[in-house]
């Protein structure tokens, strides 16, 4: 079931929001990146971080003659922003600066994203090219059950909801009951959040004794965490609705960089916002289209906090086919993979390092654990298992309740997921030569 056109004051192009912007002839559209390149090559100077490297390089806008100039410009990584914390990649000054939100970080501590009111026009223009595209329309009313606060997922797209015209509920994450209710009560046409929250939901909706398919939703805005084909059939026949991918990370902007159109073949990327590359991750050299590399990103007029090449470290596979849909822009497979250790769990990002942490925070732990995850059902569940010192090996359950409790609540304070927590003997967890694998994913998260 493809999105179907409807009748909206954007009569001329009812799935396109910006046709102007999406549907630029491929020419005008380089000509454009390459006058933006040449302009944030020359904003970016204003950050130490650029400046120094560009200096070394000799690297000025002089430098950019064509896009593959992009080439010659320096990454940047997750490790550098958190090296310049708090706000050392602001490239405007601080008064400008109109909001902040966070990403998680391996240690418990967010790297901070800036955003001027530009960035923020921006941010919800972007967001509206996705929704109309996967079928919002000025006179819905769309559920937004993503959380709402330093994630960008909340805010990210309430706002591009309002930017399209449609009523938007700002609902936040959990509780699933009452996401039902109100979806019932109000009406709402368009769902935004997880994929595996949407499957929650038609879990919770069972559990009512209702029929998720008779909920008055039609279309479902999903991403923030890895999915696939065989997910969104599952969610599209349970809630019986047509189910759209968009992808987007904090550093970048957040959600709104890429999303799918009624073709469904690839989430087109906001080309003429951002540059976007797929290299070898070991290489750094592009690998050729429809081979899976890891994405790479420069953001052309982000103003607050611009980002060259920065490492995303999700790897995916680019189409540079035109689409049945009349926009030219590249396309992005969906996520495949991580070229890092970072889990997500229920749309939370989630590092190996973190749980470590909040074991070694408890007393009587040793640094000797296994994660577990699986998805028996629609969501993700962590079991924790973690070895304790002898010492504290004890017959008393309740102790060992206690402890695993004590466990428990810290990964929840460090990483911000619940995780299950099993107490093993000493020397019970394999010990490894080389590189210790303590994560064992079980979840089948590839196309
Ligand atoms: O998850 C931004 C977002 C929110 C996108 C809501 C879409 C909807 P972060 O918390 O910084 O930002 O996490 C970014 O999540 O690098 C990917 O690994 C993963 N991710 C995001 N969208 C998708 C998707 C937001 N559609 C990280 N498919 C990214 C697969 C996704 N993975």
Redesign the pocket.
């Known amino acids: 079931m493809l999105a179907q056109p409807h009748q909206t004051h954007r009569q001329q192009d009812p799935l396109i929001w910006d046709r102007e912007a999406e549907t630029r002839p491929r020419e005008a559209l380089e000509a454009l990146q390459l006058e933006r390149l040449r302009d944030l090559v020359a904003r970016v100077a204003r950050v130490p971080f650029y400046r120094d490297r560009f200096a070394r390089q000799a690297i000025g806008p002089h430098s950019i003659h064509s896009l593959a100039d992009l080439r010659r410009l320096p990454f940047t990584t997750k490790d550098d922003l958190r090296a310049q914390h708090p706000l050392g990649f602001l490239a405007v000054p601080r008064g400008q600066v109109a909001r902040i939100h966070g ?2 970080g391996t240690t418990g501590r967010p790297t901070f994203v800036a955003y001027t009111k530009g960035d923020l026009a921006l941010w919800s223009n972007l967001c509206a090219r996705f929704l109309v595209a996967g079928g919002l329309r000025p006179e819905h009313t769309a559920q937004v059950a ?1 959380g709402y606060g330093l ?3 909340g805010f ?2 309430h706002y591009g909801i309002e930017r399209v015209g449609a009523a938007v509920i700002p609902v936040s994450a959990g509780n699933t009951r009452r996401q039902i209710e109100i979806m019932r009560d109000l009406g709402s046409d368009a769902l ?1 959040c ?2 595996s929250y949407a499957l929650t939901i038609a879990d919770g909706a069972r559990e009512l004794g209702l029929d998720p398919r008779a909920l008055p939703i039609r279309y479902g ?7 696939t084909e065989d997910m969104r059939r599952e969610i599209e026949d349970q809630l019986d609705i047509v189910a759209t ?7 970048v902007i ?5 999303g799918e159109c009624p073709a469904r073949a690839g ?1 087109h990327i906001q080309e003429d916002h951002f540059l976007v590359e797929c290299l070898d991750p070991e290489t750094l050299e592009p690998v050729p289209d429809g081979e899976p590399g890891e994405l790479v990103i420069t953001t052309l007029t982000r103003e607050a906090m611009p980002m060259v090449r920065y490492r ?3 790897i ?1 596979r680019l189409d540079r086919a035109p689409c049945a849909c009349g926009r030219q822009t590249l396309r992005m497979s ?2 495949t993979g ?1 070229t890092d250790d ?1 889990l ?1 769990i229920r ?3 989630v590092f190996p390092s973190q749980i470590e942490e909040a074991l070694l925070r408890v007393e009587g732990t040793t640094p000797h654990y296994l994660i577990e995850v699986a998805r028996p059902g629609t969501l993700d569940e962590v079991h924790v298992k973690v070895e304790i010192r002898p010492e504290l090996f004890s017959d008393r359950m309740d102790r060992m309740q206690a402890l695993c409790e004590r466990i428990s609540r810290e990964i929840q304070t460090v990483a911000g997921i619940r995780a299950h927590v099993d107490l093993v003997e000493p020397q019970h967890i394999e010990r490894f030569v080389g590189k210790a694998k303590r994560v064992h994913d079980r979840r089948n998260l590839t196309d």
């Open positions: 990403s998680s993503f994630f960008t997922g990210g797209l935004i997880t994929p805005f999903f991403g923030g965490e890895p999915w991918n968009n992808y987007g990370l904090s550093e957040g959600p709104g960089v890429s989430m995303t470290r999700d995916a969906r996520v991580r970072m997500i749309g939370v990002n």
